[in-house]
Structures are given as C-alpha cells and as structure tokens.
Nanobody
Framework: QVQLVQSGGGLVQAGGSLRLSCAAS????????MGWFRQAPGKEREFVAA????????YYADSVKGRYTISRDNAKNTVYLQMNSLKPEDTAVYYC????????????????WGQGTQVTVSS
C-alpha cells in the first residue's frame, strides 16, 4: 500500500501561482510513477500531468502545458505540481496518484490516490 497526503492549494487570483505537494509513505516512492488529476464540479476527473519514477519523463495535458510543471524529489518521497498563470477554468479539486507500472494519462491505471485539495482561481 502507498499512502498519499496532499498539501497546498487554496484561493488565488487569475494569473497567480500555487504549488501542490504530495507526500508518499508505505512503499518505496522511487518505484512509482506519479500523476496529477483534477475534477471540476459536474465534470469527470481529468489528467493534468505525470512523471515517471526516475523523473526523466513528464507528460502534460494540453490545457496546462507551458503553465504547469510536475517534479519529484525521491529523497523526500514527494511529488510537486507548480501551477503558474492560473486561470479560472483551472478551478477544481486536484488529486495526486501513484502506480508502479504505467506511464501516462489514463486515470484508471493509477492505483493509489491522495485525498484531494481544492484550487480556486478567481477572475
């Protein structure tokens, strides 16, 4: 089992920045590929970004490319999502997720999920 505990998020004006963190425990963090997803009210949970276990490869949804950066620190068992130039349409609950074998954006391939954190961007 992997436990994921998220922090960060909150309320920010459009154009601002936030950083989300997701700390893992329970298994060897460096064995896991990590992803970030988000879910806006009334919408499906959608892919945002992913990073492989080594950190060498990253993937982004088109809607956040160039504005968001996913990174990880395996020594701290933590993955981050730096969000810049935020827009009102980025408002959602953000979730981190982990899996041991899959790299990419398919939600159902992720086995472990964080508790979610609210990000609200005001116009």
């Amino acid at each position: 089992q992997v436990q994921l505990v998220q922090s960060g998020g909150g309320l920010v004006q459009a154009g601002g920045s936030l950083r989300l963190s997701c700390a893992a425990s329970g298994r060897t963090f460096s064995n896991y590929n990590m992803g970030w997803f988000r879910q806006a009210p009334g919408k499906e949970r959608e892919f945002v970004a992913a990073i492989t276990w080594s950190g060498r490869s990253t993937y982004y949804a088109d809607s956040v490319k160039g504005r968001y950066t996913i990174s990880r620190d395996n020594a701290k068992n933590t993955v981050y999502l730096q969000m810049n130039s935020l827009k009102p349409e980025d408002t959602a609950v953000y979730y981190c997720a982990a899996n041991a074998r899959y790299e990419g954006m398919i939600r159902d391939e992720y086995d472990y999920w964080g508790q979610g954190t609210q990000v609200t961007v005001s116009s």
